[in-house]
């Protein structure tokens, strides 16, 4: 009987409705977007602050500091900060949605599965419900991996932005700045 009470409680810890958090780490995790100017020249840029979980439930949040935008110009940083995403008024942009915690638990190292997730972005002040489909990999008993296995694209008139991109365009002196950017994301977990 005693050893029935062991496994049963063993088996307990096991249960993902026991699981601890899963925080994001900043240092391992990559945010990407892509911009095209004048129809033909596409630039990857990326956000280097993020912070994000996974709950024991499944409840996956990610918040996007938009000051840190890296663009790898000075001056474009500072234009997109200030007439883009106007991060005096709108620092963060964030993403929530539930992934399923039943086929994480399953993982062995090594292994992989994915899933459609949808996820209620929240940018500029508005949110929106976007569906992406995921690749998750336990990497090791203490690192998972969560990667978008195609873009998100976001379209700058469904966030209030397109004003920000016109104005972008003038004081680059370009003839367009696409108002679609794709997203793509590679989110390193640890427990």
Known sequence: ??????????????????????????????????????????EVHRFEQLTGS?????????????????????????????????TDSFLQATASGFIDVNKLGRLDVGDTYTESVQLTLSFHGIAHKVINDVRVTKLNS????????????????????TAGV???????????ISDAVPVTFSLIFNP
């Open 1 to 42: 009987m005693k050893v029935l009470s062991r496994l049963a409680l063993f088996l307990a810890f096991l249960s993902p409705n026991v699981w601890a958090q899963w925080d994001l780490s900043n240092e391992e995790s990559q945010l990407n977007f892509v911009t095209v100017k004048s129809l033909k020249i596409g």
């Open 54 to 86: 996974i709950s024991d439930t499944g409840q996956v949040n990610l918040s996007i500091n938009l000051d840190s935008v890296e663009t790898n110009i000075g001056i474009r940083n500072d234009r997109i900060k200030k007439e883009l995403f106007e």
């Open 142 to 161: 203490n690192k998972l991996l969560v990667t978008s296995l195609m873009p998100i694209v976001i379209n700058a008139s469904n966030y209030g932005l």
């Open 166 to 176: 016109e104005k972008l365009r003038a004081l680059a002196g370009l003839p367009s």
